[in-house]
């Protein structure tokens, strides 16, 4: 048996103000945009060079996912950018205006700084050892 995780939703307040972050800001892959009817959208995006794993954006619907949007997960860092060079992918974000929470810091693992996006969602860059 093979599996992967294909995708992880990632509720936003507006479809085009989310695509435009991630494609213009961050440089991530437009992979689908389907007009699904009623105001729904099957839109894909990706880090550039990933290698199948994609985050579904989701336009909030209601009230109660309306107050989702940026705690998804309940204040922590819920998403994880993997990079293979810190200090090019750091210095990028910083020079395109993402906000990062904190200094670069070392961690048994790898190099990691908590950044968040324009929606309120926490995110790590990381690079692992």
Same mark, same amino acid.
């Given at each position: 048996?093979?599996?992967n995780l294909h995708a992880v939703?990632?509720?936003? $307040? #507006?479809?085009? *103000? @989310? %695509?435009?972050?991630? /494609?213009?800001t961050l440089k991530f892959q437009? &992979? +689908?945009?389907? =007009?699904?009817?009623?105001?729904?959208?099957?839109?894909?995006?990706?880090?550039?060079?990933?290698?199948?794993?994609?985050?579904?954006?989701?336009?909030?619907?209601? $009230? #109660?996912?309306? *107050? @989702? %949007?940026?705690?998804? /997960?309940?204040?922590?860092?819920?998403?994880? &950018? +993997?990079?293979? =060079?810190?200090?090019?992918?750091?210095?990028?974000?910083?020079?395109?205006?993402?906000?990062?929470?904190?200094?670069?810091?070392?961690?048994?693992?790898?190099?990691?700084?908590?950044?968040?996006?324009?929606?309120?969602?926490?995110?790590?860059?990381?690079?692992?050892?």
């Amino acid at each position: 048996m093979k599996q992967n995780l294909h995708a992880v939703t990632l509720v936003v $307040p #507006d479809y085009d *103000a @989310a %695509i435009s972050f991630y /494609t213009e800001t961050l440089k991530f892959q437009l &992979l +689908q945009d389907i =007009d699904l009817g009623d105001g729904k959208r099957w839109v894909l995006i990706a880090p550039p060079g990933s290698n199948g794993s994609s985050l579904l954006l989701a336009k909030a619907d209601g $009230p #109660d996912q309306e *107050a @989702a %949007i940026g705690n998804q /997960t309940g204040g922590r860092v819920g998403f994880f &950018l +993997q990079t293979d =060079d810190f200090s090019r992918d750091h210095t990028d974000m910083l020079a395109r205006g993402v906000t990062l929470e904190e200094s670069p810091r070392s961690e048994p693992y790898g190099q990691v700084a908590v950044w968040r996006d324009p929606f309120g969602n926490r995110w790590d860059l990381i690079e692992f050892n």
